[in-house]
């Protein structure tokens, strides 16, 4: 089995900054993308931001310059810096892993979500 748990989220001023992390752990043999979704109340989920095994990055233009993704390989960890943040920032937070299990089976794992709110 594997475990995807976010961490981090809270509660931020506009023009503040905010640190999630994201960590998978269990029977895991690699990880492959991993990345940052979220979804506004009344709005579909929308993609952030992925990082590959390799390091590349790709982002949102809503969040280009602001935020940046990183993470861990050794700690199966990605982490998501977000800088001046704004009240259309306000979602839920959401971590996706890719990831092959050690029997060999490959699947994307989502956390169960972490609530990030940035007031005016």
């Known amino acids: 089995q594997v475990q995807v748990e976010e961490s981090g989220g809270g509660l931020v001023q506009a023009g503040g900054s905010l640190r999630l992390s994201c960590a998978a752990s269990?029977?895991?043999?690699?990880?492959?993308?991993m990345g940052w979704y979220r979804q506004a109340p009344g709005k579909q989920r929308e993609w952030v931001a992925t990082?590959?095994?390799?390091?590349?990055?790709n982002y949102a233009d809503s969040v280009k310059g602001r935020f940046t993704i990183s993470r861990d390989n050794a700690k199966n960890t990605v982490y998501l810096q977000m800088n001046s943040l704004k009240p259309v920032d306000t979602a839920v937070y959401y971590c996706?892993?890719?990831?092959?299990?050690?029997?060999?089976?490959?699947?994307?794992?989502w956390g169960q979500g972490i609530q990030v709110t940035v007031s005016s």
């Open positions: 996706n892993a890719d990831i092959r299990l050690r029997l060999g089976a490959w699947g994307g794992y």
């Open positions: 269990g029977d895991i043999f690699s990880v492959n993308h």
């Open positions: 990082v590959t095994s390799g390091g590349s990055t």
